[in-house]
């Protein structure tokens, strides 16, 4: 039994909307809701922006599940990987952090991929966490964009 679906299989439009992908996070990495708040925020602005949203779950991910309706978004399966669905749907955009489906997405299918580690309050962020953040940016940072405030995730996209 194949454990992937086929791309012919998938039965998924995301034409004109963006993918957010969510990692799986701890409770010692930020504080006071610094990641919920961030993320509320993206997906608003967005929203509000007019663009069409869908989370897609990191596989391990059942935190950020229960948000789905409350932020907009359209619910992915945590199963599909995000190679399969970029392969076959080519979201607008897809935003998340520290993931490599930001990096292959802009490699391989030209995606527009953008990281949300500059939008964080440093001071509510464990020092390790924004460690890897910055090397992440440093390696990554000519495929993928960093918008350091809203009018730049907003930018980042159009």
């Known amino acids: ?16 909307t963006i993918v ?3 990692s799986v996070l701890y409770d ?3 504080r006071d809701k610094e990641d919920i708040r961030v993320w509320e925020d993206v997906c608003k602005q967005l929203y509000s922006a007019g663009f069409k949203l869908a989370m897609k779950p990191h596989p ?7 948000f789905v309706d409350s932020w907009n978004c359209k ?4 199963k599909l990987s995000m190679e399969e669905i970029c392969e076959q749907t080519r979201p607008m955009a897809i935003i998340g952090h520290h993931s490599t489906a930001l990096v292959t ?8 991929t953008i990281c949300v580690t500059e939008l964080f ?4 962020v464990d020092v390790d966490f924004m460690q890897i953040a910055d ?15 809203m009018d730049g995730l907003i930018e980042s996209i159009n």
């Open 121 to 124: 309050d440093r001071t509510k």
């Open 20 to 22: 957010i992908c969510t």
């Open 135 to 149: 090397k992440y940016k440093e390696t990554f940072g000519g495929m993928i964009r960093f918008p350091k405030d």
């Open 75 to 78: 619910l992915l399966d945590a």
């Open 28 to 30: 010692n990495v930020f």
């Open 105 to 112: 997405a802009s490699a391989l299918w030209d995606i527009p």
């Open 1 to 16: 039994v194949a454990s992937h679906i086929k791309s012919s299989q998938l039965d998924i439009d995301l034409t004109n």
């Open 60 to 66: 391990r991910d059942t935190f950020f599940v229960c």
